[in-house]
């Protein structure tokens, strides 16, 4: 079996504030979306977020971001770029429960219910804590 290459790509540093602004816009997106009971457009648009938050993490840490359609290795690149407390790994697992579900709210064919949706919105809330404070400890 051979392994996956991580794909990834190098990204002019001072760009991590053009990603971060695209992640609050997702977020903010989300949020309407959520209160005006648009669970899965809400729940795609938290995913979306996610990740534009975390290409913001590491282009501002390492000036590179995940360039693969797999967004499971953004995680890997995250470990490759900064270095990880135990804290911050349960932040990375709930990333990774996050794009978990990239799949099945994007291409599943169904609509979200409330209840899904608050799962990924609880997750995203803490992931976003997380990740806002780190990308600020990144001088």
Known sequence: MVAKKLSKKSVDRNQWNQYFSAAEEYYNGALNNY?????????????????AYTDALTI??????????????VMILVNQTISLTPEDKK???????ILGE??????????YTQKQADKIKILFIRY????????????
């Open 35 to 51: 209160q005006s009971e648009l669970w899965t457009s809400a729940s795609i648009l938290f995913v979306h977020a996610a990740i």
């Open 91 to 97: 932040a990375l697992n709930r990333l990774g429960k």
């Open 102 to 111: 990239k799949s099945k709210v994007s291409y599943g064919g169904k609509v």
């Open 60 to 73: 501002k840490a390492g000036s590179v971001k995940s360039a693969g359609d797999d967004h499971a290795f």
């Open 128 to 139: 976003r804590s997380w990740i806002i404070n780190k990308i600020d400890q990144i001088s």
